[in-house]
C-alpha cells in the first residue's frame, strides 16, 4: 500500500465528527468506580421508547411553534414555557404535575411532548417517558399474564423522572360527554401508575379531553390523584370551536 492510500484508508476509519464527544459513540465513559454508561444512552433508550409508539422526538415541535390566537392558548403555552424553565424547581413540589384537559384539537399533544421533547435535549438528558394511554394499556393487558414482563412495563411508567400519559381515557369521551365507564380491568393497569407517582410526588404531564369533573365522575380517587397533583397547573379548553385549531377556516 503506497503513502497516498495509507493516509486515505486512515482518514476513512475516523469519523469527522462524533455524535457524542463524551464517550465517542461507545455509549461508555469513565467513572469514579470504572466504566458506566453515557448520558446519550439513556437518551436513545428513551428515544426508542417514543418511536415504539410512532412518536419521534427528533421531528416534535417545540413550544414556540405552538399557535396563540386565544387567551386560554396564551396561559397554556405560558406555563409550558415556565414548566421547562423551572422543571427542577417543580419536580421537588407536591404538585409538580401539568394536565391539558378538554377539547380535542386544541394542541393538548403539542404542549406535552413540546415539553417533553425540551427536557430530553438538555445536557442532562431528563428521562421522559412517552405513555399514549390506549395503545400502552393495550400492551399491559396483552402481557398480564407474564407477571415479570408486565412489572417490568409498569415499573419504567411508575418510577421515570417525568411520565407523559397521552390521550387519558380518549375511549371514555365522546363530543364533550363520557360515554364509558372505567372497568376493573381498565383501573388494575392505570390505578397504579397515577397512584404511585402521586404518593412519591413524581411529575406527570396529563393530556386527556376530560374536563376535572369528568375525571372525578370516571373515579374519585383517580381523579383527585391526578388534580391535585397538578393544582395550578390545570389547563381547560373548554369544548367550543374557538378551542379547536383544526377546524380554522371552516
Known amino acids: 500500500m503506497n503513502r497516498v492510500q495509507q493516509k486515505t484508508t486512515t482518514s476513512q476509519s475516523i469519523p469527522d ?7 465517542k459513540d461507545t455509549s461508555w465513559i469513565q467513572g469514579e468506580n470504572g466504566l458506566k454508561r453515557c448520558q446519550c444512552y439513556k437518551l436513545e ?3 426508542r421508547r417514543w418511536k415504539k409508539f410512532g412518536v419521534n ?3 416534535v415541535k417545540s413550544v414556540k411553534e405552538y399557535e396563540v390566537n386565544t387567551s386560554i392558548r ?5 406555563k409550558a ?7 427542577d424547581a417543580i419536580k421537588e413540589q407536591r404538585n409538580s404535575s401539568v ?12 404542549l406535552a411532548l413540546a415539553i417533553g421533547k425540551a427536557l430530553l435535549e438538555r445536557k442532562d438528558h431528563v428521562e421522559v417517558i412517552y405513555m399514549p394511554y390506549l395503545e400502552a394499556t393495550r400492551e399491559l393487558k396483552a402481557n398480564a399474564m407474564d407477571e415479570e414482563n408486565y412489572n417490568k412495563m409498569q415499573s419504567k411508567y411508575i418510577t421515570c423522572e417525568l411520565l ?3 390521550d ?4 371514555k369521551v365522546k363530543k364533550g360527554k363520557l360515554i364509558g365507564e372505567l372497568k376493573e380491568t381498565d383501573m388494575k393497569h392505570i390505578y397504579p401508575i397515577v397512584n404511585q407517582r402521586y404518593v412519591n410526588h413524581k411529575p406527570t404531564i396529563y393530556n386527556s379531553e376530560c374536563n376535572a369533573n369528568m375525571l372525578l365522575d370516571l373515579d374519585e380517587a383517580l381523579g383527585g390523584r391526578i388534580i391535585e397533583s397538578c393544582k395550578d397547573n390545570i389547563i381547560i379548553f373548554k369544548y367550543c370551536k374557538e378551542n379547536n385549531h383544526r377546524l380554522e377556516g371552516v
Not at 465528527?17 to 463524551?22: A, G, L, N, Q, T
Not at 414555557?81 to 422543571?87: A, S, T
Not at 387519558?168 to 375511549?171: A, E, P, R, S
Open 57 to 59: 422526538p427528533d421531528d
Open 17 to 23: 465528527k462524533y455524535k457524542c464527544d463524551k464517550c
Open 81 to 87: 414555557v415556565r414548566y421547562v424553565k423551572e422543571f
Open 168 to 171: 387519558l381515557f380518549k375511549d
Open 45 to 47: 433508550i428513551v428515544k
Open 74 to 78: 396564551v396561559d397554556a403555552r405560558n
Open 99 to 110: 394536565a391539558f384537559l378538554g377539547q380535542p384539537g386544541a394542541g393538548k399533544t403539542h
Open 164 to 166: 407523559i400519559i397521552d
